[in-house]
């Protein structure tokens, strides 16, 4: 997740028209039901490059503590790490995954890899290709992609910490390794999640495997997308989604596209991300993304509270998938404060954070109340 944006005019219209055909499902939100969620997760990708630059976290109470000590005793179950390619900054690389998977098992926190097949940043509006992948072919990127996949996860199980989940693409609304992973090119496209997904299954067998996309209140994205996907034959194990409530509207267009695909293809879902601010204020001198009272929902203040509230009933949310298919969810770089060089472009050290108002800890460093909601949500 970076920044969101709509695919092209012909792309858009293809979204819909579904292949299958059948009438969606419906859902509403699970008002006030609680379940017991297996995956309670936060994306950390940024953590080392946020200590390197000088961030400390602490309790609520003001005392200094190692963060990942912190998600675990807050009851999180996994942490969701990104992984480039070649990143000019050197971080979200193989060696980093590593580094972090041998604190995180420490701490018996779960390993969640979520490879982008880019140097930089993968979403809906950019899946750019490896600078390293420029002049293979549609056999050789897939090649590439295989040996990526196998070495990252082959280097994890060998020391130790192998990966429990694993999504291969990140917001694959347009496809993946444009131009030719593109969504105009299914084939190509089937052939890169091949790939990696027999990659996942031969370094590390028992593996659960995730295909992720944006806009999860979108059914007709979800039924386009996936429906093509399965008639090429593309085996999954999780329906993966990010839910972002200022961009992918209200609360129940996602509970009915949750019941709907889960239903569709026998699949379980994750929220694969989602945030929500503790303040519309900025500790930095970039704008945040989140920065006006127009983009919040009803009953969600930018509070503390409000951020706690969120979290709730996001995992109330996906509790109430029909017949249990909800697994979980994952908050978005829940660790991602404000640190001077630690900012989104990994080519400019200058570049700031337009995230840290999204954070799981203030602007003073402290653990907000959102962090236990998240990881406490039991039945």
């Known amino acids: 997740m970076r920044r969101r944006s709509v695919l092209t005019a012909a792309g858009a219209a293809a979204l819909a028209v579904p292949v299958l055909g059948a009438a969606p499902a419906t859902a509403v939100p699970a008002s006030g039901r609680r379940g017991c969620l297996e995956i309670r997760g936060v994306d950390i990708s940024s953590l080392p490059k946020n200590e390197d630059h000088g961030a400390v976290y602490r309790t609520a109470e003001g005392r200094r503590e ?3 000590r912190l998600i675990a005793r807050a009851g999180v179950t996994h942490a969701r790490l990104k992984v480039w390619v070649n990143p000019a900054d050197g971080y979200n690389d ?8 041998r604190r995180l098992k420490r701490a018996g926190v779960g390993i969640w890899i979520d490879f982008h097949y880019s140097d ?3 979403d809906p509006a950019h899946q750019t290709k490896p600078t390293a992948w420029a002049g293979l ?9 295989y040996d990526h996949t196998a070495d990252v996860l082959g280097a994890l199980r060998r020391q130790g910490t192998p990966a429990q989940l694993v999504q291969i693409g990140n917001e694959l609304n347009g496809g993946l390794i444009w131009p030719e992973g593109n969504w105009e090119h299914f084939d190509a496209m089937t052939a890169f999640l091949k790939a990696g997904l027999r990659a996942a299954r031969d370094t590390t067998p028992r593996v659960r495997t995730i295909l992720h996309l944006a806009n999860g209140g979108d059914n007709g994205l979800y039924r386009w997308w996936f429906d093509n996907v399965v008639s090429y034959g593309v085996d999954f194990d999780v329906i993966g989604l990010s839910y972002y409530p200022f961009w992918h509207g209200p609360l129940a267009d996602a509970a009915a596209n949750m019941a709907d695909i889960t239903a569709r293809y026998g699949k379980p879902c994750v929220i694969a ?7 519309l204020e900025s500790e930095d001198d970039l704008n945040d993304i989140m920065n006006s009272p127009s983009q919040l929902t009803d009953g969600f203040p930018a509070t503390p509270a409000g951020q706690a509230a969120w979290l709730r009933t996001v ?3 996906v509790a109430g998938v029909p017949n249990g298919q909800g697994l979980g969810y994952c908050y978005w770089e829940g660790l991602w404060t404000y640190r001077a060089g630690s900012g989104w472009d990994p080519t400019d050290p200058a570049s700031g954070n337009a995230w840290e108002n999204l954070a799981l800890f203030d602007f003073e460093d402290r653990e907000l109340p959102g962090l236990g909601t998240l990881g406490r949500y039991r039945g």
């Open 66 to 68: 190692d963060p990942v």
């Open 273 to 279: 991300e989602t945030a929500y601010p503790f303040t």
């Open 94 to 101: 193989k060696a980093h995954i590593l580094a972090l998977a």
């Open 137 to 145: 072919d549609v056999p050789g990127l897939a090649r590439a992609v």
């Open 315 to 317: 995992a109330d949310l």
């Open 120 to 122: 930089s940043w993968a």
